[in-house]
């Protein structure tokens, strides 16, 4: 992790929304093409330095190192405003809609454990779900 050199860390966890009645409704095939499409908005929206996996189902996570504690909206922001241009042009049957959690840690104020930042981004993100909070 980032806690040796300082380096600030955004961590975002990332659901796709509905994916189980896309694949219901569409097929695995439209899954796939959620999925993919879903990749291709998170490489459209963060930087190449910044660091994009895909660790379940239709579950993703970015880390953003270096980043100010103030960046978080614009960072959401934009990932939004792919989503809806995606939504725009892609022409399907569906909307394809994301929920996300964001955490911040700056290790030189408080220690942050990569494990940590994943289950508060993760918890974050199903409150997201669930209609509670905005981040």
Not at 16 to 45: C, Q
Not at 65 to 91: P, V, Y
Not at 108 to 113: F, L, N, Q, W, Y
Request: with cysteine.
């Amino acid at each position: 992790m980032h806690n040796r050199d300082k380096t600030k860390v955004w961590l975002i966890f990332i659901d796709i929304d509905g994916m189980k009645s896309i694949n219901d409704t569409f097929g695995h095939s439209e899954g796939d093409n959620a999925l993919t499409a879903t990749a291709n908005i998170l490489k459209n929206t963060f930087r190449e330095s910044d660091v994009i996996a895909r660790i379940g189902g239709d579950e993703f996570v970015v880390m953003i190192a270096g980043a100010d504690e103030f960046n978080g909206c614009s960072i959401i922001g934009r990932l939004q405003e792919n989503l809806h241009s995606h939504n725009i042009f892609a022409k399907k049957c569906y909307r394809l809609s994301l929920s996300a959690g964001i955490v911040y840690c700056d290790p030189g104020e408080s220690p942050c454990s990569l494990e940590v930042l994943l289950k508060k981004a993760d918890q974050l993100m199903y409150e997201r779900k669930r209609g509670r909070t905005y981040h």
